[in-house]
């Protein structure tokens, strides 16, 4: 297993480009000089071309299964339903954040009886403010609404994301496995959310670059933009201790001096940090986040003991849990039984440590609270190291067998990681 230096050598300058990417470069005569915009676009267009084709198609299967059924005309507005199917894209999580975009917070903790499972009123305070900042400062800029916004925001950070996921991908297996893995993050189970008014795509968008720049060993860059992704989503723990744990190894082995990495090490928690207390200071109860979580969303750490009784029950067919929704929870199980071969795929391309941290905590983040077990498929979104050892091995499939490897999951997205979260799920 690779250290934070990741694939560079202890001994190379810091930021100099390997063999691999030395290849990659231009050769002289192109008229493109590396770094230029136009190298850019050589670089990441086939990867966002291609992701890009491949969520508009799943998006427009969405949109036909609803305007099939009809199921949202139905529901509360919010909760799946709405005046038009695209308005589904802006219910459950994407109400709170379009409140939040226009109102701001008032953080309480205001008791709630009657309920044997909810001790408190729902806040907005359970959600961190990045992209609902974000999506006020598209809304000033453009003079779109909340709700326009959030898409707005939403694409354009899933955009980022698969950047940043062909990135990591070209580094460990080439050109053609980027593409793929890009691919990939668009189809995964759970990827509805990419595309609707959720903060899913921001965060692995910084992500995964936070994890490009310590493979990379641009600490700072790194440090800084895991310290942003701590105002973005809770779950930024995972990747807060996966670049602090590289800076650490590499202080140790003096690899890239002590500056650089210390530097990273001390300013990656502040932001997830400086919200928690934030919200601590205006409940006037230091634990008042979490205590939120807990008593008006039910979601707590309790080591997987929820998880594996969920995994029972659905196994064998009782539905009487907490939450139950079947086709999300057996979708979830589908993810789980392949869990084991991704990490495997994953382990054969010799990941660097920050990968397997990160991949590691997100999974153990997702696997071990109390949540809807149908959401897992979401929860381990992040997750996309999962994936670049799969298409580093399908990287030597010819491109038509690809196209049809890939043709039935193109369409059946829009269906499994779309309709089934959000209608016939709670995402």
């Not at 459950?92 to 953080?107: F, H, K, L, S, T």
């Not at 992704?229 to 996966?242: C, F, H, Q, V």
Request: charged letters at 10%.
């Amino acid at each position: 297993m690779s250290t934070a230096s990741s694939t560079a050598s202890s001994s190379a300058e810091p930021g100099a480009p390997t063999t691999q990417e030395t290849a990659q470069q231009p050769e002289e005569g192109t008229g493109r000089a590396p770094g230029r915009f136009g190298e850019l676009v050589d670089r990441f267009a086939p990867a966002l071309g291609a992701y890009a084709v491949v969520k508009a198609i799943g998006l427009t299967v969405f949109l036909m299964l609803l305007e099939h059924t009809g199921d949202y005309l139905k529901k509360q507005a919010g909760r799946g339903g709405g005046t038009h199917a695209w308005d589904v894209l802006g219910t459950w999580d994407g109400v709170w954040y379009q409140r939040i975009a226009e109102n701001g917070y008032d953080p309480q903790l205001i008791p709630l009886h009657g309920f044997p499972l909810a001790t408190y009123y729902e806040n907005s305070a359970a959600f961190f403010p990045l992209y609902p900042w974000l999506m006020r400062l598209v809304g000033a800029v453009t003079g779109l609404g909340p709700y326009g916004s959030g898409i707005v925001v939403s694409v354009l950070a899933s955009l980022v994301a698969a950047a940043g996921i062909f990135a990591i991908a070209e580094r460990l297996g080439g050109f053609r496995a980027g593409v793929i893995a890009a691919v990939i993050w668009g189809l995964f189970p759970g990827s509805g959310v990419e595309w609707a008014v959720y903060s899913d795509s921001l965060f692995v968008a910084l992500s995964a670059w936070a994890c490009y720049c310590v493979m990379t060993r641009r600490w700072l860059a790194a440090g800084l933009i895991a310290l942003v992704a701590g105002l973005n989503r809770p779950t930024a723990a995972a990747l807060i201790a996966a670049v602090s744990i590289a800076a650490l190894v590499a202080l140790i082995r003096r690899t890239d001096g002590v500056a650089r990495p210390l530097t990273a090490m001390l300013i990656t928690p502040w932001g997830l940090i400086g919200y928690v207390a934030w919200v601590g200071w205006r409940m006037g109860d230091w634990g008042g986040y979490f205590k939120l979580q807990r008593g008006a969303w039910n979601r707590y750490f309790d080591f997987g003991a929820s998880t594996v009784r969920t995994i029972m029950d659905v196994i064998t067919g009782h539905w009487d849990f907490w939450q139950s929704n079947p086709v999300p929870d057996l979708i979830a199980i589908a993810l789980l039984i392949a869990l084991p071969g991704l990490l495997v795929l994953l382990w054969r391309v010799r990941p660097p440590l920050v990968l397997w941290v990160y991949t590691a905590l997100t999974l153990f983040t997702a696997l071990s609270s109390n949540q809807i077990f149908g959401n897992i498929s979401r929860y381990l979104l992040p997750a996309f190291p999962l994936f670049i050892g799969l298409a580093v091995v399908l990287r030597r499939v010819r491109t038509s067998s690809l196209v049809g490897l890939f043709a039935m999951p193109v369409i059946a997205a829009g269906w499994y990681a779309g309709y089934a979260l959000f209608e016939l799920g709670i995402p």
